[in-house]
């Protein structure tokens, strides 16, 4: 590489509470970072929405704290990686980029009745034959149909073929070019109930099943190739490229350097979120798993099987922000080691109903065996522990799909820094925990899409060599109590 190359890679990882920026070097190291957070907005129970402008201001203002942080300019930049939340739903004006309606957050349950008719008229079973999917208003095709719907004129728009809709990946490049870019990526496309697996393309048929009109979809392209270059966006130059993309999930694994199947990992974010690697054929789940696309990468596909729970950093949140029993998130280790066990309270964090392997839609949180005795501390153990019995049960159903034991997790996001969570899930599992050096993997997954897409690499066995672990978790508690536990969360997860 020339002097004068531009050897940089910026990383844009949107989320669902705040987007983050990274700047990577050559080397993988992180010179900068930065986050900017924007709020969330709910209408009415269950319904979640945020404003795409200010995603974009978010987008902008991490851009800028990143570039400064690592004393480096736009125009040194080789590339722009993008990971995003996944099944946010955005609906725009070609015209102008402006979003006709808030964007529908992939938690918001809206589309549940929706869903319900498509189940009772049958289809379900094609919908998870074609996408690996389950009908569930988790996913993008029922929020783009409500979108359609319920905004006044946008289907006759969108058949006009002005209107676009995107998952936030497609937003950010369509915003980031200046409009030149209309693309999705294979990860994210596989979550929107309307990409066929096997094609890799949009299905006419489960599009007339949703009545979603072709016009409005982006086209699919891979993981790692350059979309378009930037133009016109605030704090970057034009020219830059545009270059790899994949949902937050699937970044993730790719970050972790799970490149092999039956490599496994799961994010701690704002819900958790297992994936695992199972080669270049998709695995049909009898589980209540998800099929996925993981990456589609110099013309090879790879599949995974996911299962998520849609609250696990929320529930911190929610203590923090409704019950105030703590001020800051980081704050849960310390109250909830003030005790040795939740003295019997078990809190299902159903927020916004079940994901796998239940797909409860109409769930909410349960907490049981309150006491006169219940502390603050209590509740907080109890809230760790309820997000470490979520992925239990998800491991515990895509050990059975697999038909043989995962012996190692690989762990990320920011509530893998919890040590007691941490300790709290290899106890339950029975699996090494795992954390890598870098927990920020969601965003380097992103970066080394790019860094693939301008040609950096082109062996993945070289990045593999790279990944460091900080720090491995083991079974400490007896078989006999974790028993007793799974029990017990059992008999209230059936009440929720």
Known sequence: MAADTPHFILAIDQGTTGTTALVIDASLAVRGQYTVDFPQIFPQP??????????????????????AAAGVTGEQLAAIGITNQRETTVLWDRADGRAVHNAIVWQCRRTASRCAELKAAGHEPFFKQRTGLVLDPYFSGTKLAWLLDEVPGARARAEAGELAFGTIDSFLVWRLTGGAAHVTDASNASRTLMMDLATLQWSPYLLALLGVPEAVLPTIRPCAEVYGKTHGFKGLPDGVPVAGMAGDQQAALFGQACYAPGEA?????????????????????????L???????????????????????AAVQWLRDGLRIIRSADEIEGLASQVPDTGGVHFVPALTGLGAPHWRPEARGIIHGITRGTTAAHLARATLEGIAFQNWEVLDAMQRDLGHPLRTLKVDGGAAANNLL???????????????????????????????????????????????????????????????????????????
Not at 265 to 289: D, I, R
């Open 46 to 67: 269950g319904w979640v929405e945020h404003d795409p402008e200010a995603i974009i201001t978010s987008v902008e203002g991490a851009v800028a704290g990143a570039l």
């Open 422 to 496: 941490m300790q709290i899930q290899a106890d339950l599992l029975g699996v090494s925990i795992v954390r890598p050096a870098m927990l920020q993997t969601t965003a380097l997954g992103a970066a080394l899409l790019a860094a693939v897409g301008i040609g950096w690499f082109s062996d993945l066995e070289a990045v593999r060599a790279a990944w460091r672990a900080e720090r491995t978790f083991e079974r400490q508690a007896a078989p006999d109590v974790v028993a007793a536990l799974i029990t017990g969360w059992q008999h209230t997860v059936a009440r929720a």
């Open 291 to 313: 099929t996925t696309v993981a990456w589609q990468v110099a013309g090879q596909t790879t599949y995974a099987l996911e299962g998520s729970a849609f609250i696990a950093g």
């Open 265 to 289: 990992k799961c994010t701690y974010g704002t819900g958790a979120f297992l994936l695992m690697n199972t080669g270049e054929a998709p695995v049909q789940s009898h589980n209540g798993l």
